[in-house]
Nanobody
Framework: QVQLVESGGGLVQAGGSLRLSCAAS????????MGWFRQAPGKEREFVAA????????YYADSVKGRFTISGDNAKATVYLQMNSLKPEDTAVYYC??????????????WGQGTQVTVSS
């Protein structure tokens, strides 16, 4: 099993920045890809970004491309999501996910509890 704990959410004004962290523990050696998803009230959960521990490849949703950056620290088994130029429509609960797969798309087996991000206009 892999446990994921997110942190770094909060309230920020439009145009501001936040950095989310996701610390993995447990059988982290089995994890090759980690990702971020978000779910706004009344909406379905959507993909935000993915990161591969094998070579550092990344993949982003069009809605965040150029504003968000996903990165990882192997020594800390932690993935980060740097969010810049935040917009009110970025308001959501952000979830970290992890999986043994090697592709940056598709489903994930392990999920964190989520962290709230609120962007005020």
């Amino acid at each position: 099993q892999v446990q994921l704990v997110e942190s770094g959410g909060g309230l920020v004004q439009a145009g501001g920045s936040l950095r989310l962290s996701c610390a993995a523990s447990g059988r982290t050696f089995s994890v090759h890809v980690m990702g971020w998803f978000r779910q706004a009230p009344g909406k379905e959960r959507e993909f935000v970004a993915a990161f591969s521990w094998s070579g550092g490849s990344t993949y982003y949703a069009d809605s965040v491309k150029g504003r968000f950056t996903i990165s990882g620290d192997n020594a800390k088994a932690t993935v980060y999501l740097q969010m810049n130029s935040l917009k009110p429509e970025d308001t959501a609960v952000y979830y970290c996910a992890a999986d043994p797969k090697t592709t940056l798309t598709g489903s994930y087996n392990y999920w964190g509890q989520g962290t709230q991000v609120t962007v005020s206009s």
